[in-house]
C-alpha cells in the first residue's frame, strides 16, 4: 500500500513541471547599515519573464504578522518592493526612505503572481554590536616580565 502511495506521488510530481518550476524567494543580501535607509536585495528563484512581469511583492498584513506571532513595526510601512536586475541575477529589491534605527528588522514578504502566492519570514542585523567592550585610558594592560630570572639555587 505504502509503495502505491509513493508511486502515485512520484507520477504526480513529474507530470506537473509547474510546481517544479515555481517562483521562489531566495536569500536576503543586505546592502545599507543601522541609522542608514533600508536597502536589501531578495534573490528570486526560477522566474519566468511572465512571473516577472505579474510579480506583485509587499510586507504581508498585519493580521499575518499576529497570526506569526511577529510585532509590525509601524516604520516597515515605509518599505517598498520591487523587481529589478543585480549583478545578472532577477532579485526584489527592498528599500525605504527613511533611515532604520531599530539593529533587527523582520520582514514578512507576500509575493504574489498569476501562478502562485508566496510567504516568506526575512530576519535582518543592521550593524552588528560589538561583543568585546573597548579598553579605556585608566584601565592598563597586563605586560608580562621581560626576562625570568632563575629561582635562588637550594644549599
Known amino acids: 500500500m505504502k509503495r502505491a502511495v509513493r508511486s502515485v506521488l512520484m507520477m504526480s510530481a513529474l507530470m506537473s513541471p509547474a510546481a517544479v518550476l515555481a517562483l521562489g524567494l531566495g536569500e536576503i543580501r543586505l546592502n545599507s547599515a543601522l541609522n542608514e535607509p533600508f536597502d536589501a536585495e531578495i534573490e528570486l528563484v526560477a522566474a519566468t519573464p511572465e512571473d516577472l512581469a505579474a510579480l506583485r511583492a509587499s510586507l504581508a498584513s498585519n493580521d499575518i504578522f499576529n497570526r506569526y506571532g511577529l510585532d509590525r513595526p509601524a516604520y516597515l510601512t515605509e518599505f517598498?518592493?520591487?523587481?529589478?536586475?543585480?549583478?545578472?541575477?532577477?532579485?526584489l529589491k527592498v528599500t525605504s526612505r527613511d533611515a532604520v534605527t531599530e539593529p533587527f528588522v523582520t520582514l514578512l514578504v507576500e509575493a504574489n503572481w498569476p501562478r502562485g502566492n508566496l510567504l516568506r519570514e526575512y530576519t535582518v542585523l543592521l550593524d552588528p554590536p560589538l561583543y568585546a567592550p573597548a579598553m579605556t585610558?585608566?584601565?592598563?594592560?597586563?605586560?608580562?616580565?621581560?626576562?625570568?630570572?632563575?629561582?635562588?639555587?637550594?644549599?
Open 80 to 91: 517598498n518592493f520591487r523587481v529589478a536586475r543585480s549583478n545578472g541575477k532577477d532579485v
Open 137 to 155: 585610558g585608566s584601565e592598563s594592560a597586563v605586560v608580562a616580565p621581560a626576562e625570568a630570572t632563575p629561582p635562588p639555587a637550594a644549599m
